[in-house]
């Protein structure tokens, strides 16, 4: 890989996604809608020469066609906030994946976990059938048939799928708004049960991942699974949380009747309820696929990511720790 294309760059898989190609020595094009945002990250980066930024609308092939000329990735990890996914995320996969037929370009998209539905094992491979039952689910699924159909003779893509994560750069997450406050100082949310167990991945570990199977050639044509070190409970992320800001505010875990009452307020969190089921029944990624074929994975600890994350948000809030 000489030169790669970051869709949703400033996002939060986009922004790891866009450092670690960079420090790959890889020549990288930050796309996003916001020159500004595409700015700060440039700068929170050291303004490498490698890097060059392109703002514009995913939604527009031809603007993708042009941002993405020459490159032999697209990594695709632009999203849809919950309320717009039904009506706008096939769309997106359509624009993408028409600009990427037109420059025989290799792609890596970028998504979750909610096409496979309900889970019928301790650890899903990629192989584990694909039974949606929520609406967002079937989007998805419907998403990854675009991404695979046949049409594209020319294009050439991949899916990484990643379980719920966190890190400095999320911002669509079920944990960022746990964090945020921890980090703020302030009475925090937790979406779902804190008791239960699930799986989480530190997005800098993820983009590592996404960034070494996108190097071979061989990767493409497949669904990758990017799996977190292992499970953890809410309880102790908040642990984790509390001891790296130094401050203990209370933490209210949000169930169904809360988020169903945000959601008279706040379109996003009437969605989230919808999903509520993978915070109750954990749906865990086996990473026995990608261990077989780049090797042991190295996770950074809990304990460690979360903390990284903690003091990246307080120094972004100029707060002392």
Request: aromatic share 8%.
């Amino acid at each position: 890989m000489q030169k790669a294309i970051v869709l949703g760059a400033t996002g939060g898989v986009g922004s790891p996604l866009t450092e670690e190609l960079i420090r790959r020595g890889i020549e990288t094009v930050a796309f996003g809608r916001s020159m500004a945002k595409l700015e700060k990250l440039a700068q929170q980066l050291g303004n490498p020469p490698l890097l060059r930024l392109e703002a514009g609308d995913a939604f527009d092939e031809e603007r993708l066609v042009r941002a993405a000329a020459g490159a032999d990735v697209i990594f695709h990890s632009a999203n849809m906030p919950y309320h717009e996914m039904e009506t706008r995320l096939l769309p997106l996969g359509e624009a993408v994946m028409g600009a990427a037929e037109r420059l025989e370009a290799k792609v890596v998209v970028v998504d979750g976990i909610y096409p496979y539905g309900r889970r019928t094992t301790a650890k899903a491979n990629e192989e584990h059938p694909k039974f949606p039952h929520t609406r967002k689910g079937k989007v998805r699924l419907a998403y990854e048939k675009l991404i695979f159909d046949p049409r594209w003779r020319k294009a050439k893509p991949l899916i990484v799928r990643l379980p719920d994560y966190y890190g400095p750069s999320a911002q669509a997450s079920y944990l960022s708004p746990t964090f945020e406050a921890i980090a703020a100082g302030k009475p925090a949310p937790f979406i779902g049960t804190m008791s239960i167990p699930r799986e989480y991945v530190y997005l800098p570990d993820a983009a590592r991942m996404i960034v070494t199977i996108a190097e071979r050639t061989d990767s493409y044509g497949q669904n990758w699974h990017i799996p977190g070190p292992d499970v953890i409970s809410g309880h102790e992320l908040v642990r984790y949380a509390r001891k790296a800001s130094g401050k203990s505010k209370p933490v209210i875990s949000l169930g169904r009747l809360a988020l169903s009452l945000a959601g008279l307020f706040h379109p996003v969190m009437k969605e989230v309820v919808e999903m509520l089921y993978l915070t109750e029944e954990p749906f865990v990624l086996s990473g026995e696929k990608y261990e077989r074929t780049f090797g042991a994975i190295g996770w950074t600890p809990h304990e460690q990511a979360v903390s990284d994350t903690i003091h990246s948000l307080m120094r972004r809030n100029e707060l002392p720790f």
